[in-house]
């Protein structure tokens, strides 16, 4: 240890290259009606969270296969880490910098780890697994949740330090989420003809096309991948879908539960949970080790844009776990069964954190959010592992307010799509309510219909339009966010489409 500190002291003083962190943990953020727990004030919270991931990065953070790389440690076997734990780590570092003074450091060097490790499939994604002598292994294809929160942790990184130094933040989590999209459906992680989320780009045909897991329906890192990518709409659509899924799933599987399972496939026709050993074992149709993740992943979004739809699910599991635990928390277990048995006789963090998350949107149940709260603080870290002493620190940052997006205005350096090659143009790009549809004098005078979008992608405005000159459309009743305006032609053909900020 003493060897590898030294290593690391070296680096740091030749690297001679952190930037100042432009929101310095604690952030605070102001989320939407919640309720976090009331035993302690917020700096006791703050405290709690500096204090575990000293801790957490003790346990996890490693330098190693070269000295300007760290990885996050995944504890099992001779795997050294995966592309999950990767993402993790370079979420909860951006979290925390400010508190950490070494925390661009240790990013960077996580970023130089991914980037060492490609997907031999779509060179912006990541190997999934690397195991001891720093190599891939069980192939060098990539994992959809790891390729996720890579591009935002990107972001994060952009947002926190900016893209002007060694690394341009912001130009690899574009490749990234480019790479997620693909050019196909049979490329990356993403199969645009469903709107759904695949397994990772290994998925090409057969019947894990029509698959997913519901623990990456990472839908506000889709919200911020919509700001920054020429495909916002595919995006709003993922969005969208991870949704009707998660309704599908609590109508006709889980309705007295709310319980979402690992795996779901035929989503191209009438969706169901996995069957049993489908891909990982025989919960793979319940709520395991991957679903265990939902409150945390949907709760975000509920509290950081006010999703409804995220509020009702997780309220939906929520109010279950209240009446079946009877308000005790020692009650909850390792796994359940859609209709609400227990699936495993035995205590993980791994869902009682979440749950925590979940409890934050019920505003009425002030005592059990704190009950689980004091839960999650007093589990034992030798007894959780890597994947529950993550998810743990990832949901007290979330529990304190302290985990934020990057609002879609940070990303300045972005060129804006405001050229007239699709026939016309949106001015301002930045505006307190009124903008103007510009239309080229030579353009064909045919009636067409303007849509706007928010990042929610729900349609507030609907005109139609004769084309000709500069038309106003006036936004200001709306609420100050990101908003696309969309062209259709006449037969309802998309013609472009321009993102404006409202302020």
Known sequence: MQKINYILIIFILIS??????????????????????????????????????????????????????????FDSDNTITVSEAMGYGMMIIPLMAGYDPEAQTYFDGL?????????????????????????????????????????????????????????????????????LMGETSQKGDINQDLSTVKLGDWVSSGSYMNSTRTSDFITDHFRAFACVSDDSLAWIKITDKCYELVSDMQKNYSPQTGLLPDFIVNINGTAEPAPPDFLEGKLDGHYSYNACRDPWRLGTDYLLNGEAKALNAVKKINSWLYQKTGGNPSRIYAGYYLNGNAAANWQDVSFTAPFAVGAMLDTTKQDWLNKLYDEVLSSKTSENGYYGNTLKLLSMLVLSGNYWVPPCEVYSSIKKHQSDSDGFTVYPTRTNGRVNISFPTASPRQKAEVKIINMTGSVVLERSIDPAGSIPIDLSSFPAGIYLVSLFSKNGKLKGVKKIILE
């Not at 490609?118 to 790891?146: F, H, R």
């Open 16 to 73: 001679n290259r952190v930037t100042p962190q432009r929101y310095p943990f604690p952030r605070h953020t102001e989320y939407h009606k919640h309720i976090k727990p009331s035993q302690y004030t917020q700096n006791e919270l703050d405290d709690q969270v500096r204090s575990f991931y000293n801790t957490w990065k003790s346990l996890y953070l490693k330098n190693g296969c070269e000295t300007d790389q760290f990885y996050v440690f």
């Open 111 to 179: 970023y130089r780890y991914y980037k060492a490790h490609p997907s031999g499939l779509t060179p912006n994604l990541m190997a999934w697994k690397q195991i001891t002598g720093c190599v891939n292994a069980d192939g060098d294809d990539s994992a959809s949740d790891g390729d996720i929160d890579i591009a935002f942790g990107l972001l994060l990184a952009h947002e926190q330090w900016g893209s002007t130094g060694e690394i341009n933040y912001l130009y690899h989590a574009k490749m990234i989420i480019k790479d």
